[in-house]
């Protein structure tokens, strides 16, 4: 149960904890953020800026990045971008009707009885900071903040931001997000909502203007510390997470420089810090396991069109790309949007984006309703839109031996699985280990696969060497952008085992230091050991269980003295495929 205070002491209180809430699915593909130079863009009478950094992007004027791009063929989604001080113009007060969203909403509702094939969905982007209404700015207090970056005139670039790190400008950011999502989480044509509460110019709350000659140094002036921002990157996710029960939230992650403040308020000891964007992230996934699996989207605004150096910067631990492709790999769901201000690189953009497994992605500057219907663009978008949401939990593999084989005296035994098709959908692989024989003897399969030693079983002390050397064979890629190194995790994960007539067999299992016996693999005293377990009267070893390690990469088995024949049956590999 959480509660807000706002204005003049009122009380609002919500229980964020009910585990019945139906949450909307991702809508994967492309977005459009730009408007499409010969489409229909909404700007509620205002004239949308060119968004380059050395021209005059923001203004004082509510609606000038108040818009969205109406739907055209081959898209999925449209953004809202909105101007709190467009939405929420008065102190506290309501949503204004017949705004943006509602705008945007109306127009997604007549696209889609038009073309039921192709529905369209709507993102939310709200955006603060210069952006804000100035009763905000009042209540917080406000900074100025000269947004030069380069070549550009000082006198159109200063603008105010209200301090964002302040307790009263939480109090109405809240304040504005809870009645944002009283009026659209039920919404099923709203896909997402953006994590935007510390934004500045825009909704890349993680981007503090290092390299600017002016922002930076004036924000830290004006009262921001870096242990601050952290603590309210993670306050504003799980009021976002909370608040918006059923509609998935995104966030945005820029590389990240800590710093301390001197007592000249000035910013001291910079430097690039890719621990807090592994922090933050990893915060993320908590507090969606906290909330009962909340969904959420993580992503980045700087794609570029070098097609083997972004595919490469998943394997950079310096880059941010590195610690979105692990959260992927946790599973949170990636988006992207583009550094480039051409549609020339859409496809290329695209098919990048697709292979570091990305759902969403939003569209570049200068998209004509011509170049998003180009083939290569298409079959990007549908990459995209195919694009399979990791699923966390290890797949499982059965390994057999070769029927009726004998592998001969002395000789290791390989032994494969069947080919197997990884998360893509497009590669395939095969899994193989050894199984080393003990000195003179042999390992020896019968017709169903089911194998042992020198008579096809084990039995008075017949023992093998080790079993171990997982490994992936056979790889193909199958025209989509997997690597064999995608393929990891590797761990033996259950045995099953044939026991003997009479249920007379004995054996032994050992991983390292650890060894296990066991008389009658499928009598209740055996059964009742942790790890092991039997179905139909064959038994089953759960290696990990068994042994208290998470991955077994290696163990031995054999029989005892006095034990009957019995044999090995599937021996069961778990792996992750996950594409960088």
């Known amino acids: 149960m959480k509660t807000f205070m706002f204005a003049l002491g009122l009380l609002v209180t919500a229980s964020f904890c009910e585990a019945d809430v139906l949450q909307k699915p991702f809508h994967q593909g492309l977005f459009v953020r730009a408007p499409i130079s010969d489409g229909v863009d909404t700007t509620l009478g205002f004239t949308v800026g060119a968004d380059n950094l050395s021209q005059t992007k923001v203004s004082n004027n509510p609606g000038f990045r108040t818009h969205f791009s109406h739907p055209v063929e081959g898209v999925d989604g449209i953004i809202a971008f909105v101007e709190w001080q467009h939405i929420q113009p008065s102190s506290f007060g309501e949503i204004k009707d017949n705004n943006i969203i509602d705008l945007a909403i109306l127009s997604a509702e007549s696209w889609n009885i038009s073309h039921p094939e192709s529905p369209i969905k709507v993102r939310i982007r709200a955006l603060p900071g210069v952006h804000s209404p100035q009763w905000v700015k009042n209540l917080a207090g406000q900074v100025d903040i000269d947004w030069c970056k380069s070549n550009c005139d000082r006198n159109l670039r200063t603008f105010s931001i209200p301090k964002f790190w302040t307790d009263k400008y939480r109090l109405a950011w809240e304040d504005f997000q809870f009645k944002l999502a009283a009026k659209y989480d039920h919404e099923p044509l709203i896909s997402d909502v953006s994590i935007s ?193 990791i699923d966390t939990e290890p797949t499982k593999v059965k390994v057999l031996a070769q029927p009726n084989t004998s592998y001969g005296i002395n000789n290791t035994a390989t032994l494969y699985s069947q080919s197997v098709i990884a998360a893509d959908g497009l590669a395939s692989f095969k899994i193989a280990f050894d199984v080393v024989p003990t000195t003179g003897t042999q390992i020896r399969a019968n017709s169903q696969g089911y194998w042992g030693v020198d008579n096809v079983s084990f039995s008075n002390n017949e023992a093998v060497g080790e079993i171990n050397n997982l490994r992936v064979v056979e790889f ?22 044939f026991g003997a007539a009479g249920n007379q067999d004995k054996g032994f299992i050992t991983q390292g230091s650890n060894r296990v016996t066991w008389q009658d693999i499928n009598a209740s005293e055996t059964t009742a050991v942790p790890g092991f377990f039997a179905i139909e009267n064959k038994g089953y070893i759960n290696l990990s269980r068994l042994f208290g390690e998470p991955e077994v990469t290696g163990f031995t088995l054999g029989a005892l003295n006095g034990s009957q024949p019995w044999r090995v049956g599937e021996i069961r590999v778990a792996y992750n495929s996950v594409p960088n």
Request: hydrophobic fraction near 35%; proline fraction near 3%; glycine fraction near 8%.
């Open 197 to 389: 509460g510390q934004g500045t110019l825009h909704s890349e709350v993680t981007w503090r203007h290092y390299s600017f000659p002016h922002a930076f140094k004036q924000l830290v002036a004006g009262g921001l510390t870096f242990d601050r921002d952290v603590a309210l990157w993670k306050e504003d996710i799980t009021f976002m997470m909370e608040t918006w029960k059923q509609t998935p939230v995104e966030m945005t992650f820029n590389g990240l420089k800590s710093y301390q403040v001197n007592a000249q308020h000035e910013a001291i000891n910079l430097a690039p810090n890719t621990a807090v964007i592994s922090e933050l992230l990893n915060y993320m996934d908590d507090e969606s396991e906290r909330l009962n699996g909340k969904k959420y989207m993580v992503g980045n605004h700087s794609l570029g069109p070098d097609n083997n150096f972004e595919k490469d910067r998943p394997n950079d631990p310096s880059h941010v790309q590195y610690y979105l492709s692990q959260a992927q790999k946790s599973g949170a769901a990636l988006y992207f949007q583009t550094e480039v201000h051409t549609s020339a690189h859409t496809a290329e953009l695209l098919e990048i984006a697709a292979c570091l497994g990305s759902i969403v992605v939003e569209t570049t500057q200068g998209e004509t309703t011509t170049s998003i219907m180009k083939s290569s663009v298409q079959s990007g978008r549908q990459a995209i839109k195919s694009n399979n949401l």
């Open 476 to 497: 193909n890629k199958g025209g989509g952008c997997m690597k064999k190194s995608d393929i990891t995790g590797l761990a033996f994960s259950v045995t099953s085992l």
